[in-house]
């Protein structure tokens, strides 16, 4: 079995995978100063709870964008799973070809993401993922991965409105009855959570304009199934799509 660990700045997703299903997953908070042995032993009561053997496990693969944690789990997978992780980095196969002209400040992330779309979609490609941030990546007709667009999460948006303005309070992100809001509640729904369909609207409206008008756009992350919902740009949905491509990699560099 396989272990396949998304590191990001929000939470902390996991997978296995025998061969090429993928069995149990887990999504663990991000807490920056958790030790090794805390992580391990959240990590233990998981594998019980579903009847994993630490023994089962006979690969790691990584992908992270908060390096204090890649190297705990490390650890974590040395101690606990006596593995050593592979972890996505410069110098590990990933069958994307990038032109970005900074390589080293993509997140590893968003190269796992786009390896997984080239596998199963194909290009041209537009991936939007619904994190921390919420990115978009472009993968051209011949696979290359050629760059995107970061913009702020809805929830660190959102958490900016509710903490600045003093007259107004938290609300669920999620789509009011009504466009057009007729109580306060309703308005700020509006506004956050259908003003980041028409982002996502507008943002794929003009990668089609680069990438042509038959590219595919795959959502992931955490919201992608309520903002799909909203709007017919988004084709599909794939919840897992980093621990799919997670898995492509690990097979890879065997």
Known sequence: MLLTIDI?????TLG??????????????????RMPDEYGILLMGLFDHRAIRP????????????PQLTGIFREVSRSYLDQEPLVVDTGIKTGVRIRYETPREIGADR???CAAVQHK???????VDFGTATTFDA?????EYLGGAIAPGIGIAAEALFSRAS?????????????????TAMAMQSGIFLGYVALVEGLVARFRRELGDDTKVIATGGLAEKVARETPVIQHVDPWLTLDG?????????
């Open 55 to 66: 023994a089962d496990i006979t690969g790691v693969a990584v992908a992270s964008v908060v």
């Open 16 to 33: 296995v995978y025998d061969g090429e299903r993928l069995g149990p997953t887990w999504r663990l908070a991000t807490v920056h100063d």
């Open 246 to 254: 997670l898995r492509l990699i690990y097979e890879m560099n065997r």
């Open 121 to 127: 979609y194909g290009g041209p490609a537009c991936v």
């Open 167 to 183: 007259k107004l309070y938290r609300v669920e992100i999620a789509p009011p009855a009504r466009v057009i809001g007729t109580n």
């Open 111 to 113: 190269i796992v993401d």
């Open 139 to 143: 993968i051209s007709r011949e696979g």
């Open 8 to 12: 990001g700045n929000t939470n902390v």
